[in-house]
């Protein structure tokens, strides 16, 4: 039921759902780009409720606490906790971190924002790649195209283990989506071809 009302509503505001999200993925890192307005996380989240993916952020898990906590898990958080398991122990890397979780989760959509900000970034934080290399899940192309107001998920990735290969695929599929503020954004420049 949410999710046809979720569709209607992005229909009546005049946008279009793409939906290349295979029935049967459970897991996958979702990265969401262009991110340059806070109108990106209404028309995101309507999109994947109507496509019937419910899609998790990770966050410090001081914030699972109460008074947040009950509000944070409702809005699909799930806590990340960095400190060491005893005393001397090194700090765990926050990469594999992401990546156990896939391990405690059989269904698990990781959403994750690579600009890092709204502010123009021509360097896209690439640990969601890494996490989504060490559980050996697949990266979901979540995106808003505001020139042609469609959204939705408009590729799946398979990360090879080449960087540089995949992370142009993946500049390639972006470049060619419109941001609200288009002066905004940009896709990663080491990786793209386009520059």
Partial sequence: MFEKIAEKSLNALGWEIDNHWPLDLDQCVMIAAPHTSNWD?????????????NVRITIKDSYMKFPFGPFVRAMGGIGINRRPKKEGEERPSMVQLMADLFKDHPKLVM??????????????????????????????LAYMDYSQKKCGVGKIIYPTGDIEVDMAEIMEFYSKISA??????????????NS
Avoid: C, M
């Fill in 180 to 193: 609200k503020f288009p002066e905004k954004f940009s896709v990663d420049q080491r990786y793209s071809h």
């Fill in 111 to 140: 959403l994750v924002t690579p600009e890092g900000t709204r502010s123009k970034q021509e360097k896209w934080k690439t640990g969601f790649y890494h996490v989504a290399i060490t559980a050996n899940v697949p990266i979901a």
């Fill in 41 to 53: 996380a209404l028309y995101a989240r309507l999109a994947l409720k109507a496509l019937g993916v």
